[in-house]
């Protein structure tokens, strides 16, 4: 049984387009993360939110916004897709704000031409 | 906030020997570090983690050391097999824990055979 799921796994869109990625965990944790690995590797937060409170972090464009609709599922709303955005996104969640026992979803790897 | 260097980025060893990888964090105030194993397409895993209160940790083949005074840690692997081979990173979660994980650049291992 899958512990936290990402659709779709391959995105490939053109620049200027507006897409969306969507995240769904049922472990009951309450903090749920979005992360940018790019091309050499490097896993960088962009994300946090729990029970409402989100934490963006500050080099993050606001093109790309959260959105939870209920604590299992946070997606990702990207506008105005650049040829920078190309990486995969990685979907996690844990349980409190501690980031501990953190468990990360697939990936969706974004290709922006 | 939390830089976590890592190093090295690149490691070979023989088949049956040990790897040790290290990292080293500014922010005295960080509490966590867990260290993750990602294989080539997949999600990144937790595989050991140590908290701020304790020295060491050790989980079979695997073991986690942590210097709070020196602000470094460093994962061990002993008799190392082929399925050792992947991506290694360390993170630390920043005091307060509300800013996730942040991670190391790194560590390609590679298991000769």
């Known amino acids: ?8 796994k391959y995105l490939v ?19 749920m993360y979005w992360y940018k690995q790019d091309s050499k590797k490097f896993l960088k937060i962009m994300f946090s939110y729990n029970n409402k409170e989100l934490i963006i ?18 997606n990702l709303h990207i506008n105005s897709l650049e040829l920078g955005d190309s990486a995969v996104y990685f979907c996690a969640s844990s349980q409190g704000l501690a980031g501990t026992y953190a468990y990360f979803g697939p990936g969706t790897r974004l290709t922006v031409t | 906030g939390e830089n976590v260097e890592q190093h090295p980025s690149t490691l070979s060893v023989q088949e049956g020997d040990s790897a ?8 005295s105030a960080s509490n966590y570090f867990p260290w ?17 209160n304790v020295g060491e940790k050790k989980d079979q083949r695997i073991a986690v050391t ?27 979660v920043p005091g307060g824990g509300a800013d996730g994980l942040t991670f190391g650049k790194g560590t390609h291992l590679i298991i000769q055979p």
Request: aromatic letters at 6%.
């Open chain 2, 66 to 92: 942590l210097n709070k005074t020196a602000k470094h840690f460093s994962l061990h692997i002993t008799e190392t097999q082929p399925e050792d081979s992947a991506v290694y990173f360390c993170a630390a």
């Open chain 1, 1 to 8: 049984d899958t512990a936290v799921s990402q659709t779709p």
């Open chain 1, 57 to 74: 972090n500050e080099t993050v464009p606001n093109r790309f916004s959260p959105k939870s609709p209920d604590k299992a599922h946070l």
């Open chain 2, 36 to 52: 993750y194993k990602q294989e080539l397409g997949k999600r990144p895993q937790l595989i050991i983690d140590i908290r701020s």
């Open chain 1, 13 to 31: 869109t053109q620049m200027g387009n507006d897409k969306s990625i969507k995240c769904e965990q049922n472990l009951g944790h309450d903090t």
């Open chain 2, 20 to 27: 040790v990888i290290k990292c080293t964090y500014s922010d």
